[in-house]
DNA sequence: AGAATAACCTGCGTGC
DNA sequence: TGCACGCAGGTTATTC
């Protein structure tokens, strides 16, 4: 379910209901998922001295579609892959068909369940801070789009010379990370650029404007989603993503909200992309 | 090197 | 009803 907006509402989720708590065990059920869970899990994330310094979850950040949940002695890092979800539930629930790990505290636990098991659970033995910067997964990432770093003149730079379509380079990842595969979509529409212009042929001003739309769109969708927080994503069935807020994305041969020309799509690189033909003109 | 493709998995909807 | 097929929110590894 995850792009960066939900990845960002389980998150704060995860925060609410257990930062400062002390984590009581750890079952994983599975541990092959895009890379093995590592093999106790649980005296890792305890230390060498659980009993001076418990092992408590002092913090939650986000890096990307990354979650880091900080420990005293390392940090746990987490990724949803394309269909995990995590839920807050009380510790005893019966696990049901892909419920791969529960990280339990006390009476309550975190579940993480992932049906396709692109997500990943890896162990770091360094400080949140550290292994931000340092972890090899997390290292070369590209710009925060909330970052101070991000803005226009940056994908203006990193654009230059690169021949792919524009919706690929800000899919990628390598520039500015979070934007996933649908929002890479809203982001173009909301920006007016059409997603088959070559990245080098983005002008500073369409730069700009992408970058602000960039933000927005992913402000939007937090603002969406932490309005329904529950149980750290939307648990009411309807997959998670704040469709009602997609303009474009999923809509082929529907009214464009803004001209009511229809919806196009078409594929890149083997994934689907909606634009508004007329809202977003192929020449600028 | 940058760019395209394959690979990792399960589940769901569609059409025959 | 059953089955084959295509498609799905991500990312790394491999190839050209």
């Not at 541990?31 to 002092?58: M, N, S, T, Y």
């Not at 979800?85 to 019966?94: D, E, M, Q, W």
């Not at 419920?99 to 360094?126: Q, Y």
């Not at 940056?154 to 524009?166: F, H, I």
Request: proline letters at 6%; hydrophobic letters at 40%; charged letters at 20%.
């Amino acid at each position: 379910m995850p792009e960066l907006p939900e990845v960002e509402i389980v998150g704060r989720g995860v925060a609410a209901a257990f930062a400062g708590r002390c984590l009581t065990g750890v079952v994983c059920r599975c541990a092959k998922l895009r890379w093995p869970v590592p093999q106790g899990l649980w005296q890792k994330i305890c230390g060498q001295d659980a009993e001076r310094v418990p092992p408590v979850l002092r913090q939650v950040q986000r890096r990307g579609k990354y979650l880091l949940l900080g420990f005293p002695a390392g940090t746990l890092i987490l990724h949803l892959g394309m269909s995990g979800t995590v839920r807050h539930l009380p510790a005893g629930t019966p696990p049901g068909r892909h419920d791969h790990l529960d990280l339990l505290f006390g009476e309550r636990m975190m579940r993480l369940n992932d049906p396709r098991r692109f997500g990943a659970v890896l162990w770091s033995a360094e400080d949140v801070a550290t292994t931000r910067q340092a972890h090899p997964l997390l290292a070369g990432l590209g710009a925060e789009p909330f970052g101070e770093h991000f803005g226009g003149a940056l994908l203006l730079q990193a654009s230059r010379g690169r021949k792919v379509s524009v919706k690929q380079f800000i899919l990628g990842g390598q520039v500015v990370n979070g934007v996933g595969n649908i929002y890479a979509s809203e982001c173009l529409f909301r920006a007016g650029i059409h997603p088959e212009r070559q990245a080098a042929g983005l002008t500073a001003t369409e730069c700009e404007r992408l970058a602000e739309s960039i933000r927005q769109t992913l402000t939007d969708a937090i603002s969406a989603g932490g309005s329904s927080l529950k149980d750290f994503v939307n648990s009411e069935g309807d997959g998670g993503y704040f469709q009602l807020q997609h303009r474009v994305y999923g809509r082929k041969g529907l009214a464009c909200p803004v001209c009511a020309t229809p919806v196009q799509s078409l594929r890149q690189q083997g994934r689907s992309t909606f634009f508004c033909p007329a809202c977003q003109p192929l020449i600028s």
